[in-house]
């Protein structure tokens, strides 16, 4: 009897000696954590990389300009004011849902043009000043308080605003063939994005991303008028002739993510959002182990531009499936989950931009082949007369963008970027727009007269 009762003893023990081993492993893996987390972000105070608030807001300070604030801060809020006041019963184009006609060209019917020339003639101070605000340094400093992945960023958002008014104002331009009011809203516009290219998060870059694309955008339809003489089309291939610094802005975006995960993460309290409400396993303290998990997973994201803009796409989507693959094996994972960027997305968004950036360079070069030989290119490869090299009209894929004449025009286009990874050859056939289809179309298509 005694001896059946100290085996019991012995076994009744056994899960207490091992829970006793496990909370033992814990304690020295998270010791082991705490001593690696706190090296890892002494490197990044050392490097004057983000860790917490403070440090954003003193990354954010040595990234940007003061000398600017005052000017571009009052330019924003003049347009917001003027964009409020706006009275609901004039919907006009570009401010608006509303669209612009099909094919808008001078002397071409437009029923809202009166309309838009009244409401540009008042708003000429704003534009005016958006356009003397490109004298100061860029990008510009905003004082902004953050306060992690809470960080409210309303100036890039409005900057959106500065965008619309200068491309309807170029629109009108063209469409009076009034070529030099038109080229000072093309090169405003590219000051408003190197204004707020803010590379300390990826919403920051996209919004400043999609001003480019308006620039571009503009540019592309202008071609269609025929109101550029040469110099003109110089300026404007000026203003797009160098890629984007994607590594560079990727570095520094990725920099500034981590910083805002960490910050969240480290204020759990600050953090709102649906995913940290409903999950309980994400309201429990975080250990020091996930911090550093988190900090090693946006080092991984970050490191996806270390050898340069080619495979981007494909190294990000690399690091975004291994992510998702192992979410559901720990907590450190399942923050991952909740914080983790659209890195794919990111990615993908950059390459689009350096085609459409190429594919704008291109058509421009076209026109000032025709007007300095007087005929069109016979192929995209006679550009190099007007000092293309054969990267400039080719998608970063390396294939070569469609190319023909037709009548009194000729068209560049490159395809559709519906496919994950731009993998889609271009077609040998151009693409026709309809009015169901224009919007989505002449994005890839550029028509020149």
């Known amino acids: 009897m005694k001896r059946r009762l100290k085996w019991i003893g012995l076994v009744s023990l056994l899960p207490v000696l091992v829970l006793f081993v496990f909370i033992a492993f814990i304690a020295y893996r998270e010791s082991v954590a705490s001593s690696d987390l706190k090296q890892k972000l002494a490197d990044m105070r050392q490097a004057g990389e983000p860790y917490d608030n403070e440090s954003m807001a003193r990354f954010f300070e040595k990234i940007s300009h003061k000398e600017g604030t005052a000017a571009w801060s009052e330019v924003l809020a003049l347009s917001k004011a003027s964009l409020a006041t706006l009275p609901p019963s004039i919907d006009l184009p570009i401010l608006s849902a509303r669209i612009l006609p099909f094919d808008l060209k001078p002397g071409s019917e437009w029923p809202d043009e009166p309309r838009v020339a009244e409401y540009l003639l008042e708003i000429r101070p704003v534009i005016k000043r958006i356009q003397m605000a490109d004298a100061f340094p860029k990008p510009v400093w905003m004082p902004i308080e953050f306060d992690g992945f809470m960080t409210l960023l309303e100036p890039i958002q409005e900057s959106t605003n500065l965008a619309r008014i200068l491309e309807l104002d170029a629109v009108h331009a063209l469409y009076r063939k009034e070529g030099e009011r038109a080229l000072k809203d093309i090169v405003a516009l590219g000051s408003v994005a190197e204004a707020f290219d803010w590379r300390f998060c990826i919403v920051a870059n996209l919004v400043s991303t999609r001003i480019d694309g308006i620039q571009q955008g503009t540019i592309n339809r202008s071609l269609d008028m025929d109101v550029w003489n040469e110099q003109q ?6 203003q797009i002739d160098q890629p984007y610094e994607v590594t560079k802005a990727w570095n520094a975006a990725y920099s500034g993510e981590r910083g805002m995960a ?10 709102s959002s649906p995913e940290f409400r409903d999950n309980p396993f994400l309201r429990l303290p975080v250990l020091p182990s996930t911090k550093l998990a988190v900090l090693r997973a946006y080092e991984a994201w970050q490191h996806c531009a270390d050898v340069g803009e080619s495979g981007l796409c494909e190294r990000a989507y690399q690091v975004q499936q291994t ?26 968004a950059y390459n689009e931009k350096e085609i459409y950036r190429r594919l704008t360079y291109t058509s421009l070069a076209v026109k000032r082949f025709q007007l300095k030989n007087k005929r069109w290119p016979k192929s995209l490869s006679e550009l190099s007369d007007v000092g293309l090299l054969r990267d400039d009209w080719t998608t970063t894929k390396h ?32 693409p026709i727009a309809t009015p169901d289809t224009v919007e989505s179309i002449t994005s890839y298509c550029v028509t020149i007269r």
Do not use: C, H
């Not at 960490?262 to 953090?271: E, H, P, T």
């Open 323 to 348: 992510m998702i693959a192992d979410g559901a094996f720990s907590i450190s994972q399942m923050y991952l989950l909740t914080l983790m960027p659209a890195t794919q997305a990111y990615a993908g």
């Open 399 to 430: 294939q070569p963008f469609g190319y023909e004449v037709e009548g009194d025009g000729a068209y560049v286009w490159s395809f559709q970027p519906t496919s994950e990874f731009n993998e889609k050859g271009v077609s040998a056939t151009r």
């Open 233 to 238: 089309l110089l300026t404007l291939s000026a």
């Open 262 to 271: 960490y910050s969240s993460i480290d204020n759990l309290q600050s953090m």
